[in-house]
């Protein structure tokens, strides 16, 4: 049976930060690729430039579709998200200053951050699952020297020369992604997509991938999941205690909810459509990406005869049994 968790008294600092947090959450979700991404960047779009000119930056600023998650544009429009959501948290503090706790703001925060992270597990994970993401190195990327190579190229190399193992890092981000629809399994799923997106910014800031501002958003939400069950992990793995069970949470009281799963069916219905509809989008653009005609340089590399010559010029015709 699913119980609300017992009324506690929060501190002002607590109640503050709650807003604060729930503000931000809401702002960078929707600014990231979510149901209202469209929405909000049209409004960063109009706000970020004059507050690049406030903090003196010279040159415009524009939201470039370059096919990368990092930009300046980005990086300015994160402080302003920030500032953002201190006055608006604020303000919604000052409101509900008088009260004990914002236990229901904070379970709308949970439910927020398990759906936009499992949305973004499941879209990358997809993308590795059905080989899009990594494309196995063409002719013009073979002819490269490997002192050519960007760290990024590098890695994509690397990742998208095995199959194999695209798809073992694609089922991890899947699994995770999964876990996190269900409140009984999200602790689970929490802890595979911070183990899985903590290698994942590793990767972005070492190999500078520009997608380090989602990933290391992805990584901080995760840990923000996982701390709600801290007390029963240190519990479990440290001091070898007892670990009692979860306290489920509802979103709204029973008796908005009728039948008793419609709610939680109707969000994951709604979620789950969203997640194919984008996927099929996202399919359909990276494989018009790599759908090209045939030219001139395909079959390159299939060798049928090789001859050789040495310095005598006196030639040499070697088979392909011979030559390997």
Known sequence: ???????????NLKKWFLPVLFVYVLLFTQSYQFFLSVVFDFLWEILVPPFASLLGYGDEVKNVMSGSGDGI????????????????????????RKKENSKGLENWLRVILRYYVSFQMLLYGFAKIFPMQFAFPNEMRLDRTLGEFSPMGLLWTFMGYSETYALFAGLGEFIGGILLFWKRTSLLGSLITFGVMSNVMMMNYCY??????????????????????????????????TSPPSI???????????????????????????????????KAGWLNMFDRPKGMLDGKYEVFNFEKFDSGLKKDSLSENEMW
Do not use: C
């Open 208 to 241: 500078d991938v520009p997608v380090k501002i989602l990933s290391t958003h992805l990584v901080f939400f995760a840990l923000i999941l996982i701390a709600y069950d801290s007390k029963r992990l240190i519990n479990f793995f440290f001091l070898n205690k």
């Open 73 to 96: 544009f980005q990086y300015f429009k994160l402080p302003l998200i920030l500032i953002f959501s201190l006055i608006i948290g604020t303000l919604i503090f000052g409101f509900r």
């Open 248 to 282: 489920l949470y509802e979103i709204l009281p029973m008796k908005f909810i009728k039948p008793k799963n419609f709610m939680k069916n109707l969000i994951a219905g709604v979620i789950i459509i969203g997640i194919a509809g984008t996927f099929i989008v996202y």
């Open 1 to 11: 049976m699913e119980n609300n968790p017992p009324i506690e008294k929060w501190s």
